[in-house]
């Protein structure tokens, strides 16, 4: 079946990139002039993704503004003639690029309680997800690789990097045997691990394609790691019983509910800009000689 439809969870709080995110969502955070989730919503419509549910909470109705239409704004620059045509075109366009849903997540009980939000949206279809701290950048849209493999093998798919052995615990660790080129077959997972329950240094960042069915599994799944239910342990379920796949995509991560990471973006993304690229590379330049 065609994967068309996508979940951003989009509800958590932020707090690792605070004040910043007291009251501006931390996916409205700006790289360059479009913010963090504008990019990960081209992704996945560049990726074929036609309808796509945003997780969000209270507080968090910039985003949904984001992706709606704003007439006045679009009377002034349309008055303003032929030199803001370009940006009136993109601003309304912004709303066009899929059909968008929304729903709050009452409290943020964890990532697979926002998941499991997205059921009746779902219904019985494979559906991607695209977590909202995850802007990746490059030539092929990562959503877009594991939807093949999805194709291909009609199995769940994670989005997996190596990660380094000082942080794998931060992250998840992946139990995965080579199945053909960057695919692998994923058998087991842990959310998390101490040194000693490491299954490898793959990692899943930011992306999956699911099957239907996790969301009977997430109806059984208890609160794990940190008193929340995670996704990790729904799809380790999943992967023990049916296996999964575990593709590593190409492209950039930046993670954006991490200082360092937004300032990644901010530079990367700026250095190949069309508008300032050339300048903002002048400027490093000359910046990078005082250090």
Do not use: W
Request: net charge neutral; proline share 6%.
């Amino acid at each position: 079946m065609k994967v068309t439809k996508a979940v951003i969870p989009a509800a958590g709080l932020g707090t690792r990139v605070l004040p910043a995110t007291k009251s501006m969502p931390k996916e409205m955070l700006p790289i360059v002039d479009k913010p963090a989730i504008q990019y990960i919503v081209e992704e996945a419509v560049h990726s074929g993704i036609t309808d796509i549910l945003i997780i969000t909470n209270r507080g968090k109705g910039l985003i949904e503004d984001h992706f709606d239409r704003v007439p006045e704004l679009e009377a002034r620059l349309t008055k303003s003639g032929p030199e803001k045509e370009a940006i009136l075109k993109e601003i309304v366009g912004i709303a066009h690029k899929a059909n968008f849903y929304f729903v709050r997540q009452k409290e943020t009980l964890g990532l697979g309680h926002a998941v499991g939000c997205a059921k009746s949206f779902v219904g019985n279809e494979p559906f991607a997800v695209l977590y909202g701290d995850d802007v990746i950048i490059g030539k092929d849209p990562a959503c877009g690789q594991l939807i093949r493999a999805y194709e291909e093998y009609g199995k769940g798919v994670l989005g997996v990097k190596k990660v380094s052995a000082e942080s794998i615990g931060r992250y998840s660790s992946l139990k995965v045997e080579p199945l053909k080129g960057n695919c692998f077959s994923c058998t087991d997972m842990i959310e998390k691990p101490t040194p000693d329950k490491v299954l490898s240094l793959y990692s899943i960042l930011g992306r999956c394609i699911l099957p239907p069915e996790i969301f009977d599994i997430l109806d059984q799944t208890k609160p794990g790691t940190g008193g929340e239910i995670q996704l990790t342990d729904a799809m380790r379920t999943l992967a023990r019983r049916d296996g999964m796949l575990a593709v590593e995509y190409s492209g950039t991560r930046y993670d954006m509910g991490n200082k360092l990471g937004i300032m990644k973006a901010q530079v990367e993304v700026g250095l190949n800009h069309p508008e300032i690229g050339p300048e903002f590379r002048a400027y490093l330049k000359e910046i990078c000689k005082a250090l």
